[in-house]
């Protein structure tokens, strides 16, 4: 099970620094949670993330049941053991990708159709298949099976399916799991505040450890996301943990931070590394760019991580260049290391009273273009 403790708490917004205790370790929030989908944080190892003061990453049902399977996962003793992690693990329940990956065939109270993106091949999920296979993987937090509306969609759909999310919430928590695991409510109630109130009080009537806030991150525009993500994390009990699902660049984690959130993940750090595009404290730099093949400079000045205190832009540029995979790691080494740093600098300005002087200097320093 997992505990949840307030460390401080910031006096001007609603950010606050925590500490989440589960049998994996301590993580001390705000976190970012690096994405691990098919049991692999992109291009590194355990130990490099590690280094890099990881200490959760994310997993996803939906891509490994599919493959290898949850069967083959639980044959190795779960997913930690599989993959040889040794701190926490995270895992969504496919309800996302179920909606937004797989050819979906039927949705219906009991569950959801829908054919591999792999293979064509035919699926069922149902919140109970979600939490089986949840708990083959034996993550540490384990999130309830939801539909995640597109956007935008027809109010009346997402009052209905809001609906149906908090029955599947309700047969996931009747569902019973792995001693160590703790299950998470996912809010919904797409972009309209007195839906989001509707879901977040039905999720907290059935009493969950911690909240996740989902059906943003879809495509909206990011002052409405904003504007939902806060208005919905003053809804979520103060006492527990406070998850902002696919969320996001850097400025919108330092937003997120202000509006009370302690949890947050994207595909972006990881994603962008390998695309050459790179997080720094003065702004964002491509590192293709040809006026960088001569630089001595590392990536970011201000930046202790492996690939700032080892390589050039010049050498990371050159890497990138000839397609050689040590340019996707040593990128992905520093965007990850930048925003794990970013939320650990965060945590400690909520403990020094300056979280807001913190963030309005760092929302300066990320849209500088002075690379
Ligand atoms: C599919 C992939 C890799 O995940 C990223 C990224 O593409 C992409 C695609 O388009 C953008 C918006 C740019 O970001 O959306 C993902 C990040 N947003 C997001 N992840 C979520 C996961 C979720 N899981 C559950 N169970 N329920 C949710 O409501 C939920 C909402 C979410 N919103
Ligand atoms: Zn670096």
Redesign the pocket.
């Given at each position: 099970m997992l505990s949840f403790v307030v460390d401080a708490k910031d006096k001007n917004c609603s950010a606050r620094a925590g500490t989440i205790k589960t049998t994996h370790g301590i993580i001390e929030t705000p976190i970012f949670m690096p994405v691990g989908t098919v049991g692999s944080v992109k291009t590194l190892t355990p130990d490099e993330l590690y280094e890099i003061g990881a200490t959760i990453i994310l997993g996803n049902t939906y891509h490994l049941h599919l493959r290898p399977g949850d069967d083959i996962v639980a044959h190795f003793g779960g997913l930690h053991r599989f993959m040889n992690w040794k701190r926490n693990i995270l895992t969504?329940?496919?309800?996302?990708?179920v909606f937004?990956?797989a050819d979906l065939n039927k949705i219906t109270e009991d569950g959801v159709e829908f054919k591999s993106h792999i293979d064509g091949s035919k699926h069922f999920f149902s919140p109970e298949i979600s939490m089986e296979i949840q708990k083959k993987l034996g993550s540490d937090i384990v999130?309830a099976f939801?539909e995640?509306v597109p956007y935008p969609s027809e109010k009346s759909y997402v009052a209905k399916s809001l609906e149906r999310t908090t029955r599947w919430a309700k047969r996931c928590k009747e569902y019973s799991l792995d001693y160590h695991q703790s299950l998470f409510g996912?809010v919904?109630g797409g972009v309209f505040k007195d839906l989001r109130k509707i879901s977040a009080d039905q999720l907290i009537d059935l009493d969950f450890p911690g909240y996740?806030i989902?059906?943003?991150?879809?495509?909206e525009e990011i002052p409405l996301m904003y504007e939902i993500a806060e208005y919905t994390a003053q809804l979520l009990p103060e006492e527990k943990p406070r998850y902002l699902?696919?969320?996001g660049t850097p400025e919108d984690i330092l937003n997120g931070i202000s509006f009370g959130i302690d949890m947050f993940d994207?595909?972006m750090p990881t994603r962008n590394a390998r695309n050459a595009l790179l997080f720094t404290s003065e702004g964002r730099l491509s590192i293709k760019r040809a006026d960088l093949a001569k630089s001595d400079d590392p990536i970011d000045k201000n930046c202790d991580c492996y690939t700032c205190r080892n390589f050039s832009r010049g050498y990371l540029r050159h890497l990138y260049k000839a397609g050689e995979i040590l340019a996707m790691r040593l990128n992905t080494i520093h965007n990850l290391h930048f925003y794990i740093s970013l939320v650990k600098s965060a945590r400690n300005a909520i403990i020094n009273g300056n979280f807001e002087a913190f963030k309005n200097d760092m929302l300066l320093k990320l849209n500088q273009g002075g690379n």
């Open positions: 969504d329940s496919g309800g996302f990708q937004s990956l999130m939801d995640c996912i919904q996740a989902g059906g943003l991150s879809v495509g699902m696919g969320v994207c595909v």
